[in-house]
Structures are given as structure tokens and as C-alpha cells.
Nanobody
């Protein structure tokens, strides 16, 4: 009962930055842990970053640690992914997802936004 819409993707030069947003509607996002995932052509979907419902706990894939930051503003029902020092290997479709408290899977997904990093 939550809808997620990503925005902020685009084309950026290596070393640049992008800020992705995930706007939630329906059930308040404060009840959900949130995650950012990405998938490049020919590769499996990868968990990029997660954040607890309160925002008090975050986790990152080793490949993005130190470069990406996940945050949330529950008053705005929005989750962000700040991506700095982008590399060509970061090129992928980025999707946000929501996991309800007490659930073991991310059941709600956005449609994704393309991020392309050029050399």
C-alpha cells in the first residue's frame, strides 16, 4: 500500500555527484526500512544502501562505502541517496524499495531511475 517514485538520475561525468530521491505515498514511510538497489545490464541486482525506519541505522555495499550516503526525511516521506565521486561502474538503474517492520523482504519497489557515469 505504498507507492515509490525515484527521481534525480541522469548522465554525469566520472568524479561528479548526483542526488537520488525516492518519494513515497500511501502508507507513511516512517513504518518502513528503505533500501536503494541497482542493476546493470547482465548483472544481478545489488543492494547499495539501506536505512532503518527511524533513520538511526544505515548500511552500505562495500563498493559504495565512503562515497554514497543514504538518508531520509520522514516528514517529507522521502529517502535520498547522495552519490559522490561517481565511477563508470556505478552506471545502473537505481531503484528504491520499502520493507515493512516485521517483514523479511522488500515488498514495494519503485520503477527505477537511470544513472549513467561517463569516463
Amino acid at each position: 500500500q505504498v507507492q515509490l517514485v525515484e527521481s534525480g538520475g541522469g548522465l554525469v561525468q566520472a568524479g561528479g555527484s548526483l542526488r537520488l530521491s525516492c518519494a513515497a505515498s500511501g502508507r507513511t514511510s516512517s513504518s518502513y526500512a528503505m533500501g536503494w538497489f541497482r542493476q546493470a545490464p547482465g548483472k544481478e541486482r545489488e543492494r547499495v544502501a539501506t536505512i532503518s525506519s527511524s533513520g538511526g541505522s544505515t548500511s552500505y555495499a562495500d563498493s559504495v562505502k565512503g562515497r554514497f550516503t543514504i538518508s531520509r526525511d520522514n516528514a517529507k516521506n522521502t529517502v535520498y541517496l547522495q552519490m559522490n565521486s561517481l565511477k563508470p561502474e556505478d552506471t545502473a538503474v537505481y531503484s528504491c524499495a520499502a520493507r515493512a517492520t516485521g517483514r523479511t523482504i522488500y515488498a514495494y519497489w519503485g520503477q527505477g531511475t537511470q544513472v549513467t557515469v561517463s569516463s
